[in-house]
């Protein structure tokens, strides 16, 4: 026990000592644990902030001035609404800003179908000629080959419109455009009274095309046109040459027949009249007036001739343009709706 007590009091001894040797740790700093706060706090709000500051890598921003997809989806509102020429403007900065995009062709057409449009047939003509003559692409020469007769069409200059699309008819037999076109041709004819080759043109559509059906109908109608009731213009102006009037009264045109028939009677019994009381000149006047109203009943029947035989062929044109008002519209349209720029024809 004795020798167990000196070891304990040693070890304390030496414990105190290395105690008393030892520095005493420093309590820890208030300042640092506010700066490390800070830190983490920056560093969550930078985590949530930045995203909004970045860009987006899988949408990003469209610009409509640029964009090719909006500038044709606003075009095509213009077109549709009837703005035609400021459906040109954006179609032609489609064309500076997307060159070489694969619808710039058909963005061309529908640039000559604007100004066709509007009406400005001379520019419509340029742009068709234009894309018949030099696209490389063969639809779209086709296509604005097909144009091209329907700005004569519409214009009325129907013997011009004859002469665009038979050439094309004869090259494209069996193509869609080809059908279109001989279908124009055809209403072409009608308007031209050139009836065995409207029946002819509309005949000849194919029995698979959508135009079959209203082509078989507007042939049989060719062939009734050349059965209208009509009045011989020759016939008419030898009845007046015979009896003024007369001939007015062939032509259904009674007002016009009683009219001249008075003034003729009238000016010939007064030139008789003053040659029996020996007026010569007077008689001389009244009979050059007479021969002026003599001559014109006689062009004036045969002026209501032919203005009967055209009336009567304008109603029945006009009928068969509302009845198939869809059809003769449709051919030579792209249609408004730029759609049909991502389409095949």
């Not at 899988?58 to 095509?76: G, V, Y």
């Not at 059906?213 to 109608?221: D, F, G, K």
């Not at 001939?247 to 009249?273: K, P, Q, S, V």
């Not at 009928?319 to 720029?341: I, K, T």
Request: proline share 7%.
């Amino acid at each position: 026990m004795s020798s167990t007590r000196p070891r304990q009091s040693r070890m304390r001894r030496k414990s105190a000592a290395f105690t008393v040797g030892r520095h005493p740790p420093h309590p820890p700093d208030p300042r640092g644990r506010c700066l490390q706060r800070t830190a983490v706090l920056v560093g969550l709000l930078l985590c949530t902030v930045s995203p909004w500051f970045q860009p987006s890598l899988s949408a990003p921003a469209i610009d409509p001035l640029t964009d090719a997809d909006q500038i044709l989806a606003f075009a095509d509102a213009l077109f549709r609404d009837g703005d035609y020429f400021r459906a040109i403007t954006e179609y032609k900065r489609f064309l500076f800003l997307h060159p070489t995009d694969v619808r710039a062709g058909r963005v061309q057409l529908q640039i000559g179908l604007a100004y066709l449009g509007g009406q400005q047939w001379e520019e419509a003509r340029q742009t068709f000629e234009t894309l018949a003559q030099q696209h490389p692409d063969a639809d779209i020469r086709r296509e604005a080959a097909f144009l091209l007769g329907e700005t004569a069409y519409r214009q009325g200059r129907y013997a011009q419109a004859i002469d665009e699309l038979r050439p094309l008819v004869e090259r494209e037999p069996r193509t869609p455009v080809g059908q279109r076109a001989r279908y124009l041709l055809g209403w072409s004819y009608l308007r031209a009274r050139q009836w065995p080759e409207a029946v002819d043109a509309f005949a000849a559509i194919d029995a698979d095309s959508p135009l079959f059906a209203s082509a078989q109908a507007l042939s049989e109608a060719a062939r009734v046109a050349e059965q209208l009731p009509r009045k011989s213009p020759a016939l008419a102006g030898v009845l007046s040459a015979v009896i003024p009037g007369t001939g007015h009264f062939y032509t259904g045109r009674f007002r016009d027949g009683a009219i001249a028939l008075l003034l003729n009677g009238a000016f010939l019994a007064a030139g008789i009249e003053a040659v029996q009381a020996g007026n010569e000149a007077a008689a001389g006047l009244l009979f050059f007036f007479e021969a002026a109203w003599y001559s014109g009943s006689i062009y004036g029947a045969v002026n209501a001739a032919h203005k009967f035989n055209r009336d009567t062929e304008d109603r029945f044109l006009q009928e068969l343009e509302r009845q198939y008002r869809s059809d003769v519209r449709s051919p030579g349209r792209l249609m408004p709706s730029l759609v049909l720029l991502h389409l095949p024809f």
